[in-house]
């Protein structure tokens, strides 16, 4: 496809700078790529922010191949998937009896990481009680493993990232503000992909090779309705959701055609043909906005999904979203869940909200 050979030209051009899975030209993506540039041969601590689904990951992994310490060890840790009672274990490694289930000795992420990078993503999501050891170990390089006195010294390049605004958190007494200034040294924002839209043909187009490959399947033809349909939404997910959209396509496709994967009213879509249509054969009317076009996107998943939010099969799964955000997003766009009151009137309630007052 045309689109391809621009990709892979593209691609070629930005070799040399070993950004090869960074997909996009737009300015803004280029600029966060200068960024990555001009710090990662640095050994300074590195905070990325931005929405989840943006790719904080493959930055964080840009910045540590065009560093120094490339070649040496790249451990990563997701903070917010450890329970809290785990993370420090996770993070400071600890001895044998430590405490209760503690067998045998473990060796955490930080002396994992010792001359190399480490990774630490969710950052946001480390407990207080839990900050003043980070804290320490960015100051000084050391610390002590659970349950022994010994002190471990360490050369540990930081790599954090969160899809949190930490400043709000500090405001509130939720994150340390002498932590915060120690993370932020140099921050870096990704933009969500509705800020580089003229990303997303190469983006889709990207995903759809690696696809139709792994499903051995041929697609050759991406009607230009469904890339407007695609360029033009909100991408509340970002490039993760995109990304999942695009592999359900590929999965659906007919006749060597990527079908659109959006369910929106008024469009043929991957998942139904059919939905151009009501139960009464009239077209309803289109979204006219992005956000008339992602609210009915969310609204037609809990609809599928019963409203069930999380689980493998829930409605944040299927948009590529984490649990949290959903929420989210359905405070902003003022969606609510229905339910049925006693006396048969409508009332709505929103996961984190009051539900409707009893009844009589």
Not at 221 to 231: N, V
Not at 264 to 270: D, E, H, N, R, Y
Not at 327 to 336: H, P, S
Request: aromatic letters at 6%.
């Amino acid at each position: 496809m045309a689109a391809s050979a621009v990709f892979n030209s593209r691609e070629f051009d930005r070799g040399e700078r070993r950004f090869e899975q960074i997909v996009g030209n737009s300015r803004v993506l280029e600029q966060v790529l200068e960024q990555v540039e001009r710090v990662a041969s640095t050994n300074s601590t590195v905070l990325i922010e931005g929405e989840t689904g943006t790719g904080k990951e493959l930055i964080a992994r840009a910045i540590y191949n065009l560093s120094e310490r490339c070649g040496r060890p790249f451990i990563k840790l997701n903070c917010a998937a450890i329970p809290l009672d785990l993370l420090e274990s996770e993070l400071f490694g600890h001895e044998r009896g430590a405490f209760t289930g503690a067998i045998a000795q473990k060796i955490g992420r930080f002396e994992m990481a010792d001359t190399g990078t480490l990774f630490l993503d969710e950052v946001g999501d480390i407990p207080p009680q839990l900050q003043p050891k980070l804290l320490r170990v960015l100051q000084e390089q050391e610390f002590e493993r659970l349950g022994s006195g010994h002190t471990h010294h360490v050369d540990v390049r930081l790599v954090a990232a969160t899809n949190r605004n930490l400043l709000e958190m500090v405001a509130r007494n939720e994150f340390r503000s002498d932590l915060y200034y120690r993370l932020n040294v140099f921050p870096i924002l990704l933009p969500p992909l509705r800020a580089r839209y003229e990303d997303i043909p190469v983006l889709v187009t990207h995903f759809v090779d690696i696809f139709s490959r792994r499903m051995r399947k041929q697609i050759n033809h991406i009607p230009p309705e469904t890339m407007a349909a695609l360029t033009s939404y909100a991408w509340p997910g970002n490039i993760r959701e995109l990304q999942n959209l695009i592999e359900r396509a590929v999965i659906l496709a007919n006749d060597e055609v990527l079908p659109n994967p959006l369910p929106s009213p008024g469009l043929p879509t991957a998942t139904s043909p059919t939905a151009s249509t009501t139960l009464s054969g009239s077209k309803p009317e289109l979204p006219k906005t992005l956000r008339e076009s992602e609210r009915a996107l969310i609204l037609q998943t809990l609809d599928a999904t019963g409203w069930v939010i999380g689980g493998p099969n829930g409605a944040a799964t299927q948009l590529g979203l984490k649990r949290t955000t959903l929420i989210d997003r359905m405070k902003k766009l003022g969606i609510r869940r229905p339910t049925r009151r006693a006396d048969s009137a409508d009332a709505f309630i929103v996961p984190g909200q009051p539900g409707p007052p009893a009844g009589p």
